[in-house]
Structure formats: structure tokens, C-alpha cells
């Protein structure tokens, strides 16, 4: 298994943090957006599903090859008070594009406390209101869905999601190894509009989605 991690301090303290997990080993072609999905799924963790019209089945393989999974985490620290978001995704393993995340929002919690019990607690199982709009309430559950193509043009899913929503089917606690931090394996079902972050062109739909991501408890 193999992460990075990149910070990025602006400010009182704002923390970008990013951990890319190498897992399961199968393997995947190198033109990863070029073939037909595979028809069964085999990989551990993986997204499947329709993106755009467009049959998808990215699954995860040795991390070098294919597509990897990953988490991003977006932390500010203002008097003591924690507060951010987490990001899982799956993505191309090498140049990190396409890739598609699901954002889990927006904790905050008190510098010292009890950490691990507060990222534990704060991904539960049931359906998640996706945001609409970019600030989202504190402690409240929220999902903002992601996607980057190969092109590198980026998408949100912020905007108006009249009967879409992610539901969570199940969180696996991942202990902790050797460069990383404890995690969730989290199976996840989803439907949304996707938007481009930039304000121009026209919307896709992600839809028909099942996926299992890995969430590290980088708070």
C-alpha cells in the first residue's frame, strides 16, 4: 500500500490534505478510459455505473495501473474549532483524472478532543442530503459529489438535485497500518446532476451508481 500527503497552510490554518491508498491487486489496462467495463466486479473497491449516458466500471487494482482510490481532506482551524470536509474517490491511479469523489460534510469538533470516536460517529449509514449550495450547515450531513475528466474539466454536483441523493449501505471500520491512519470502507448508492464548476457549458448525469471508496480519518 502505498500514500501521499500534500499540505497546504493559508492563513490562521487551512490544511488541503491528500492520501492516495494503493489496493488490491488485479490487473487493469493502461488506456484506462478507452475499453468496455467489465461486466462482473471484482475489485474491492470500485464506482460502476452510468456517467453521462456512458456505461462506467472503474475498479481498483494494484494503485500503479488502472485507477486507485484515495482521500482528500479540506480542515480549517479557527480558536480551537476543527472544521472541514472529507473526500473519497476513485480515479485514473497515475495523472489522478477522471476521477469522481464523494464529499462527506461538514464536521467541526473541538481541537484535542476525542477524534477517532468523532470521525466514527460522524459517517452513518442512510440517505444523505446532497448540497445544494457551497456553504453547507456545521454537523450537519451532507454529500457534494465530484468529477474531474480526462480533459481536466471539473464538475460539481451543487446546484439543484430534485429526486437524487447518495444513500450509504454500509461503513467498515479499516484499522490503521503502517503510513496511514484508521478509515472507512464505505459502500454507497448514488444518482445526481453534475455541474461545471467553471459556470458554463451544460450539465451531466451520474446515475445508476454503486460504489465502495475508502475514507481515511485524516481530521
Not at 30 to 37: F, H, K, L, Q, V
Not at 104 to 129: A, E, L, V
Request: aromatic share 10%; with cysteine.
Amino acid at each position: 500500500m502505498k500514500h501521499s500527503y500534500h499540505k497546504i497552510f493559508i492563513g490562521l490554518l487551512l490544511i488541503t490534505t491528500v492520501s492516495g491508498c494503493r489496493l488490491e491487486p488485479e490487473v487493469a489496462p493502461d488506456s484506462t478510459n478507452t475499453t468496455d467495463p467489465p461486466v462482473t466486479i471484482t475489485a474491492e473497491y470500485y464506482i460502476k455505473g452510468s456517467l453521462n449516458s456512458k456505461a462506467i466500471a472503474w475498479q481498483v487494482t494494484d494503485g500503479f495501473t488502472g485507477w486507485n482510490t484515495g482521500t482528500l481532506g479540506a480542515t480549517s482551524l479557527d480558536q480551537g474549532n476543527v472544521t472541514g470536509s472529507l473526500t473519497g474517490y476513485i480515479g485514473d491511479a497515475k495523472i489522478f483524472k477522471p476521477q469522481i469523489g464523494f464529499e462527506f460534510r461538514t464536521y467541526q469538533f473541538i481541537f484535542g478532543n476525542d477524534k477517532p470516536t468523532y470521525f466514527n460517529n460522524f459517517i452513518k449509514t442512510g440517505t444523505w442530503q446532497l448540497a445544494t449550495v457551497q456553504n453547507t450547515a456545521l454537523n450537519k450531513q451532507f454529500i457534494v459529489v465530484t468529477y474531474t475528466d480526462a480533459a481536466d474539466k471539473a464538475y460539481t454536483s451543487i446546484g439543484d438535485q430534485t429526486g437524487n441523493s447518495v444513500t450509504v449501505i454500509s461503513v467498515t471500520k479499516i484499522p490503521a497500518q503502517i503510513g496511514t491512519h484508521e478509515g472507512l470502507k464505505i459502500k454507497l448508492t448514488a444518482k445526481c446532476t453534475l455541474y461545471p464548476v467553471a459556470g458554463t457549458g451544460t450539465s451531466i448525469t451520474l446515475k445508476d451508481v454503486e460504489a465502495t471508496i475508502w475514507l481515511e480519518d485524516l481530521l
